[in-house]
Each structure stands twice: as structure tokens, then as C-alpha cells.
């Protein structure tokens, strides 16, 4: 199970803070990530971490947001700078675990949480 936090109303240029809580291990995941969703379009990438400290991140993140892990806290966090409203969005985080030989993912998503930031 995974829980963000850190949610809320910023103004714009202002920071934030995500974090996604796993219930488990999160070694135990290949990939987390985070996606943003705007109602009625598909979830899009933003920014992504393997269980190896790779990092990648979408066009649009333009080095304002960090992607991190704490693999003792089984956390992943997402450090949101210079924001700006059209950053505003329903962020989910996501986890991704390579499940057998043939290449099949198991994914887990968490339940979303909103950032709003006012111009």
C-alpha cells in the first residue's frame, strides 16, 4: 500500500514537499515514481527512481523537482521548486516490480494527493 502526503495550496514560486509511504519494502520495488493527472487525460509522468538511485525526469520538471528515496523509512519523496500554476494537480505515486521472466510489471498506485498553486 502506498500513501502520499504533503499536499496543499502554495503560492506560486513556492515549495512543497511530496512524500509517498509504503507499507512494505520498498526495495522490494524496481521503479517508483511520480505521475500527475488532469481529470479527463491519461496520468502522465514526472518524475521517476530505480531501487538503484537512477533518477529521470519529464521535460517539464526543467530541474525544479527532486526525486528521492529513504529506503530505511520505505519512503520516496518528490521536492517541488519554483512552482507554478500550472503545476496544479493531482499527484499520484506509483511502484513498479518486474514479476516473472517473461517481463510482466506489477503495479501499485497510491490514492493521489493535491497540489494547488495560486497565481
Known amino acids: 500500500q502506498l500513501v502520499e502526503s504533503g499536499g496543499g495550496l502554495v503560492q506560486t514560486g513556492g515549495s512543497l514537499r511530496l512524500s509517498c509511504a509504503s507499507s512494505?519494502?520498498?526495495?522490494?520495488?524496481?521503479?517508483m515514481g511520480w505521475y500527475r493527472q488532469v481529470p479527463g487525460k491519461p496520468r502522465e509522468l514526472v518524475a521517476t527512481i530505480t531501487s538503484g538511485g537512477s533518477t529521470n525526469y519529464a521535460d517539464f520538471v526543467a530541474g525544479r523537482f527532486t526525486i528521492s528515496r529513504d529506503n530505511a523509512k520505505n519512503t520516496m519523496y518528490r521536492e517541488m521548486n519554483s512552482l507554478k500554476p500550472e503545476d496544479t494537480d493531482v499527484y499520484y505515486c506509483?511502484?513498479?516490480?518486474?514479476?516473472?521472466?517473461?517481463?510482466?510489471?506489477?503495479?501499485?498506485w497510491g490514492q493521489g494527493t493535491k497540489v494547488t498553486v495560486s497565481s
Open positions: 512494505g519494502r520498498i526495495l522490494n520495488f524496481d521503479v
Open positions: 506509483n511502484a513498479e516490480k518486474v514479476v516473472n521472466v517473461e517481463g510482466d510489471v506489477a503495479r501499485s
